[in-house]
């Protein structure tokens, strides 16, 4: 069992110490990262256990598998994960694999760039015709503008979503 996004946040917390209190520190900033990518909303959606449930236990399991293993271990941590998310989420290996199933977690500026690449590849699609029709044109004209508003959002969120990860490190070297 592989955790989706799990491993991206152990591998940040190789650079941290293993003191009581930089773990600590290292699962609040680990767990606000998972919520703002939206694993608990998604493992809740494909498990049917509450997100707070679901934190409650990721915070308990990751602060044992890291109080109780070198942080610099990634295999270790991973395999204690493994190991400690079930028993302290109530989850079963096969509610966690439908949930791995359901696709890596993405921050919300992510999942927009999938749909802009979908309209990128629609306005290619047009273009490649060559002689386009009156109203194919005008797909062609308001897939255009669709894409140009969706890239403005986007770079909105991004700026957003730096925000907050700046925001948790900030707070993660305050306490």
């Known amino acids: 069992m592989k955790l989706n996004s799990l491993s991206l946040l152990l591998l940040a917390s190789l650079s ?13 900033f680990s767990v606000s990262q998972m919520k703002q990518m939206g694993e ?14 679901l934190e409650k236990g990721f915070k308990t399991a990751l602060t044992r598998c890291l109080k109780n293993h070198d942080m610099k271990d990634g295999k ?5 994960m493994s190991k400690e998310v079930p028993a302290a989420t109530g989850l079963t290996a096969e509610q966690l694999d439908t949930w791995e199933g359901s696709g890596e977690a993405q921050l919300p500026s992510e999942k927009l760039f999938e749909e802009m690449d ?58």
């Open 118 to 175: 979908q309209i990128t590849e629609m306005i290619f699609d047009l273009e490649d015709k060559g002689e386009l029709t009156a109203s194919e044109e005008a797909q062609l004209t308001k897939l255009e503008s669709k894409l140009i508003q969706l890239s403005k959002k986007q770079r909105e969120m991004q700026r957003i979503e730096m925000k907050n990860t700046a925001s948790d490190f900030e707070n993660y070297h305050k306490q």
């Open 76 to 80: 270790l941590l991973e395999a204690c």
């Open 40 to 53: 608990f909303k998604g493992m809740s959606e494909a498990t049917g256990v509450s997100e707070s449930r």
């Open 16 to 28: 941290f110490t293993s003191s009581a209190n930089e773990v600590d520190k290292m699962v609040e």
